[in-house]
Nanobody
Framework: QLRLTESGGGLVQAGGSLRVSCSAS????????MGWFRQASGKEREFVAS????????YYADSVKGRFTISRDNSKNKVYLQMNSLNTEDMAVYYC???????????????WGQGTQVTVSS
């Protein structure tokens, strides 16, 4: 069974950068589309970014486009989210998720990590 564990969250000043990581256990990591989601306090979970199985195609929410970059290393069973130019609106718990298939989607993810907190100070 695929299990996901996020890491790398923490406190960063507005305008700064942070990279969160997701480690997957299992032998089928390369068969999954990977995504990042976030949920701020008092708000609904929202889609952030996704990557195809080979990492050659990516898709981003408008709110993070140009600032965030999703990448993956299938040899290490890891997916990353590089976050630049952070602002207070980015403060949330960030979750990685896996979706079996080949098509990028903002919904329908089957496996979820426990999340990592990203705090942005002004």
């Amino acid at each position: 069974q695929l299990r996901l564990t996020e890491s790398g969250g923490g406190l960063v000043q507005a305008g700064g950068s942070l990279r969160v990581s997701c480690s997957a256990s299992g032998l089928t990591f390369s068969n999954y589309v990977m995504g990042w989601f976030r949920q701020a306090s008092g708000k609904e979970r929202e889609f952030v970014a996704s990557s195809t199985r080979g990492g050659t195609s990516t898709y981003y929410a408008d709110s993070v486009k140009g600032r965030f970059t999703i990448s993956r290393d299938n040899s290490k069973n890891k997916v990353y989210l590089q976050m630049n130019s952070l602002n207070t609106e980015d403060m949330a718990v960030y979750y990685c998720a896996a979706r079996q298939g080949a098509v990028i989607s903002t919904t329908g993810y089957d496996y979820w990590g426990q999340g990592t907190q990203v705090t942005v100070s002004s």
